[in-house]
């Protein structure tokens, strides 16, 4: 069965960095693009970004270009978020998804705290 | 980029039938079979419930339906159980740079 297990998540001050990885198994990982979503306290869905199987065209959401940078590693099946410069605002709970035609298989998540 | 538009919250007696709206532009909801519907308990991942508009995926109760209109989506759930109660978001493809969007959200409550 498909299965998503974000890790990496923590508190950091703001201006700091982190990375988030999503180890991905039960299906043929190179044939899916992937995807980041975050839900902010209390508040809804925010989709950020999303690669292709290839891992060659990216796509970000306005919110995070610029300071986030998605990767994968197609022979460790594993899915990454390196995030720069992290605000107040980047405070939530991020999700790896599988995406195919729309994000169908998500992770537990992992929560990610900016304060200082 | 800018949210779908939902109800804030919906609800209804167990065994009724609700209806959620999802509103957007010829750019999404209305420009594209790719709208999804997701449930979401608290704590807990969203869910698939329906894709393309109307199909659902193994597993999930023909209880829940989809339908799209112009540029408005629906979902509908019909003999509304207690464990139907959760919040619920749409997303869609979308032909601008974004390229997916989620809804607003909205919270169902079983009376």
């Known amino acids: 069965q498909v299965q998503l297990v974000e890790s990496g998540g923590g508190l950091v001050k703001p201006g700091g960095s982190l990375r988030l990885s999503c180890a991905a198994s039960?299906?043929?990982?190179?044939?899916?693009?992937m995807s980041w979503i975050r839900q902010a306290p209390g508040k809804g869905l925010e989709w950020l970004s999303y690669?292709?199987?290839?891992?060659?065209?990216?796509f970000y959401a306005d919110s995070v270009k610029g300071r986030f940078t998605i990767s994968r590693d197609n022979a460790k099946n594993s899915l990454y978020l390196q995030m720069n410069n992290l605000r107040a605002e980047d405070t939530a709970v991020y999700y790896c998804?599988?995406?195919?035609?729309?994000?169908?298989?998500w992770g537990q998540g992992t929560l990610v705290t900016v304060s200082s | 980029q800018s949210a779908l538009t939902q109800p804030a919250s919906v609800s209804g007696s167990p065994g009724q039938s609700i209806t959620i709206s999802c509103t957007g532009t010829s750019s999404d909801v209305g420009g594209d079979k790719y709208v999804s519907w997701y449930q979401q308990h608290p704590g807990k991942a969203p869910k698939l419930m329906i894709y393309e508009v109307s199909n659902r995926p193994s597993g999930v109760s023909n209880r829940f339906s989809g339908s799209k209109s112009g540029n408005t989506a629906s979902l509908t759930i019909s003999g509304l159980q207690a464990e139907d109660e959760a919040d619920y978001y749409c997303g869609s493809y979308t032909s601008t740079i974004a390229l997916y969007v989620f809804g607003t959200g909205t919270k169902v409550t079983v009376l």
């Open positions: 690669i292709p199987g290839g891992g060659s065209t990216v």
């Open positions: 039960g299906f043929t990982f190179i044939d899916y693009y």
């Open positions: 998804a599988r995406y195919y035609e729309t994000p169908d298989y």
